[in-house]
């Protein structure tokens, strides 16, 4: 079992930036990679960011060149860098985490709310 707990969401003004953070407890061995996931108010849930543990990396189209996933010092801690942040990425931010093997397990945070607006 992995466990997911965010932080680092709140509210900000456009052009406004934050941090991301998520810790991953439990049996971190078996994640082969992690990302974010963010869910806006009557759409349904998008990847962000993704990274591997060979540290490859995937962006949204929406959020390349403004965000940035990394990895912690921390084994299992991972974050994301938002810059320049706009009224549509205001959303419930997700952890995510996926196991190696054939049927990959995926494993979830509580969310954390990223509100952006003046």
């Known amino acids: 079992q992995v466990q997911l707990v965010e932080s680092g969401g709140g509210w900000v003004q456009p052009g406004g930036s934050l941090r991301l953070s998520c810790a991953a407890s439990?049996?971190?061995?078996?994640?082969?990679?992690m990302g974010w996931y963010r869910q806006a108010p009557g759409k349904e849930r998008e990847l962000a960011a993704h990274?591997?543990?060979?540290?490859?990396?995937n962006y949204a189209a929406s959020v390349k060149g403004r965000f940035t996933i990394s990895r912690g010092n921390a084994r299992g801690t991972m974050y994301l860098q938002m810059n320049n942040l706009k009224p549509e990425d205001t959303a419930v931010y997700y952890c995510?985490?996926?196991?190696?093997?054939?049927?990959?397990?995926?494993?979830w945070g509580q969310g954390t709310q990223v509100t952006v607006s003046s």
């Open positions: 439990g049996s971190i061995f078996v994640i082969s990679s």
């Open positions: 990274m591997t543990v060979a540290n490859t990396t």
């Open positions: 995510h985490a996926e196991t190696w093997g054939r049927t990959p397990t995926n494993y």
